[in-house]
């Protein structure tokens, strides 16, 4: 079975500056989705960003970016230019090619931004 | 003109109740999801939906039931309530097989409910 594991519980950065949330997982398929959500004080889950196994370009998205490591099992998010509003908890996930049917979650991290 | 809109979005009730949730999607997917946010923030999948029909069910206890009366519509019903049932359901929708191949999900805003 997948497993997505996210080993920092919170992260904080200083408003303007990067910082860069890990994420892992473990599969033995080799074509599989990874997916970066936002979750703010809100509570709706927002896709961030994604990723596709079999591309080798890292996706971006604004001042988002993915770090893609496929070897490794590696799928980290970047946030550039850091805003007070990127405050949320950020779930990675995984969704396999073959069976779509669900999307398995990390624990998530809570980012803070400070000003 | 909300995508996935869920309610109610908070509920209260006693333990032994009976409580529905009730999600509606007008993306035109064909495939929905209810998913349980614990009180650590952990997400997991309970049950989806393709053309009202199950397609998982992952080992949730038989007094959850689902029920989806057609592709836009996906129902929580919950019989005789426990405090471990607290927690916030999201309802989802995604086309189970689209273009991208991603069939990215969306979500509603989450139904919090609090078992006293």
């Known amino acids: 079975a997948q497993t997505v594991t996210q080993s920092q519980p919170e992260m904080s950065v200083q408003e303007a500056e990067t910082v860069t949330l890990s994420c892992t997982y473990d599969t033995s398929e080799s074509d599989y989705y990874l997916f970066w959500y936002k979750q703010p004080p809100s509570r709706q889950m927002i896709l961030v960003i994604r990723q596709e196994a079999y591309k080798q370009q890292n996706a971006t998205e604004n001042r988002f970016s993915v770090n893609f490591q496929k070897a490794a099992k590696s799928f980290s998010l970047k946030i550039s230019d850091s805003q007070l509003g990127d405050a949320a908890m950020y779930f990675c996930?995984?969704?396999?090619?073959?069976?779509?049917?669900?999307?398995?979650f990390g624990t998530g991290t809570r980012l803070q931004v400070f000003p | 003109d909300t995508a996935v809109s869920q309610t109610p979005k908070y509920l209260v009730t006693q333990m032994g109740n009976d409580k529905s949730i009730k999600c509606e999607q007008n993306l035109g997917h064909d495939t929905m999801y209810w998913y349980k946010q614990d009180s650590k923030k952990f997400l997991k999948i309970m049950f989806s939906y393709n053309n009202k029909e199950l397609i998982i069910n992952e080992t949730v206890p038989n007094r959850f039931s689902p029920k989806s009366p057609d592709k836009a519509h996906l129902n929580l019903h919950i019989n005789s309530l426990e405090l471990g049932d607290s927690a916030v359901y999201f309802c989802a929708s995604s086309h189970l097989f689209d273009s991208s191949g991603a069939n990215v999900l969306t979500f509603g805003a989450g139904s919090r409910l609090t078992v006293l």
């Open positions: 996930a995984y969704r396999s090619a073959i069976n779509t049917d669900k999307l398995i």
